[in-house]
């Protein structure tokens, strides 16, 4: 990967020799692995067999969890929020692991839609809940800084899982728990 960040900064026209980009392949090498740490992780070891007995049904939210991607179409970043809910079934889960799954899926080469997506699908299958809801929104770099250089748009994304889906009360209040 180091060779491959040289050959780029070679072909926009820079000096590999230059002080301040001798070693830059190696960070921007360094910098990529961290960026998509998320391949190198599995559910398992993010739950980490968090999962606690609860006889709780109403609605569990995390709200405002930052998160960073990159964009699997330009590999520019988008940088935002994610709204957690979920309605327990006797299980509930560790509150940090929600964050991490919501890391683990936006650390990896994405769109915004399906990372909301995947992010659902997963605390879904984790805690059996009786309805899921994850709305994200997001800036993305490659619409602010490229494209069409729009510095004040973001884009909202959802997936409603079961009651969140099928009972609008349950979709309002989710809604109206996570405004400010």
């Given at each position: 990967?180091?060779?491959?960040?040289?050959?780029?900064?070679?072909?926009?026209?820079?000096?590999?020799?230059?002080?301040?980009?001798?070693?830059?392949?190696?960070?921007?090498?360094?910098?990529?692995?961290?960026?998509?740490?998320?391949?190198?992780?599995?559910?398992?070891e993010v739950v980490n067999d968090a999962l606690f007995p609860s006889?709780?049904?109403?609605?569990?939210?995390?709200?405002?969890?930052e998160l960073y991607s990159l964009c699997e179409h330009h590999l520019l970043p988008f940088i935002g929020r994610c709204h957690v809910a979920y309605l327990p079934t006797g299980k509930v889960l560790g509150?940090?692991?929600?964050?991490?799954?919501?890391?683990?899926?936006?650390?990896?080469l994405q769109i915004q839609e399906n990372l909301t997506k995947q992010i659902a699908d997963t605390i879904q299958q984790v805690t059996g809940a009786s309805g899921v809801g994850v709305i994200i929104e997001a800036k993305h770099m490659c619409m602010m800084?490229?494209?069409?250089?729009?510095?004040?748009?973001?884009?909202?994304?959802?997936?409603?899982?079961?009651?969140f889906r099928n009972k609008a009360h349950t979709r309002a209040e989710f809604l109206s728990l996570i405004r400010d």
């Open positions: 990967m180091e060779k491959s960040f040289a050959n780029i900064i070679s072909a926009i026209g820079e000096d590999l020799n230059r002080p301040g980009l001798a070693d830059t392949p190696a960070r921007a090498a360094k910098a990529f692995e961290f960026l998509n740490r998320g391949y190198q992780q599995s559910l398992d006889d709780n049904d109403e609605m569990v939210i995390v709200k405002d969890i509150l940090s692991k929600i964050a991490r799954i919501v890391d683990m899926f936006a650390r990896r800084m490229r494209g069409v250089e729009k510095q004040n748009s973001s884009m909202k994304t959802s997936v409603m899982l079961g009651h």
